[in-house]
């Protein structure tokens, strides 16, 4: 699957900052690959982790950042990859805690997978958003989301590809969350 653009549009007002310090794309589209030598040299190149039509907005209605639908979505649409540093819950902990201390927001996302195997241990799954994320990261928390989670693995892949899904229809600059819980 190749990736698709996501821009990042809008402009948070005063006095908050433009955009949050330190991210790797933050403020540059993702284009995919076939398009990278015709777009504007601030375009970057994600790899494929975005796989629809999406973009990072300021939703001032929530006074922050979200990831919002770039065309109509349907109901099982794969969205965007999870991605960041695979870290453990220790180094998780100790990364968050130097977040809050400078004042960061953090983008830790843990995923806990259960074997139809009850005698098989749950294999658990942590990523670090923070610096070296993809879009996905600015998707928000909804108790009624528009999006899950969804750990997939292909033959012999040790660590699983973490997708948002479309679990309900999305319009075109509807936001896409998923339940944080």
């Known amino acids: 699957l190749g990736g698709r ?3 990042c549009v809008g402009r948070p007002p005063p006095p908050i900052a433009p955009f ?3 991210f790797r ?6 284009v995919p690959p076939e398009r990278a030598a015709a777009a504007a040299p601030f375009l970057q190149t994600t790899g494929g ?3 629809a039509e999406v973009a990072v907005a300021w939703l001032a209605a929530r006074s922050c950042w979200g990831l919002v639908a770039g065309e109509d979505l349907e109901a099982g649409t794969a969205v965007c990859a999870y991605t960041g540093d695979v870290v453990s819950r220790a180094a998780a ?3 968050e805690d130097a977040d809050h201390a400078a004042g960061r927001p953090t983008y830790i996302l843990a995923v806990v997978e259960h074997s139809r195997d009850a005698s098989l241990p749950a294999w658990r ?4 958003a923070t610096d ?3 879009v996905a990261r600015f998707a928000n928390h909804s108790c009624e989301p528009t999006c899950d989670v969804v750990a997939a693995r292909a033959r012999y892949q040790l660590l699983p590809t973490l997708s ?3 679990v309900a229809d999305v319009v075109k600059g509807g936001e896409l969350t998923f339940d944080y819980a």
């Open 5 to 7: 653009p996501a821009p």
């Open 20 to 22: 949050p310090g330190g």
């Open 25 to 30: 794309y933050a403020n540059r589209a993702v």
């Open 49 to 51: 982790d975005v796989y």
């Open 93 to 95: 902990r100790a990364r």
């Open 125 to 128: 799954t942590v990523i670090d």
């Open 132 to 134: 070296r994320g993809g």
């Open 164 to 166: 948002l899904v479309v």
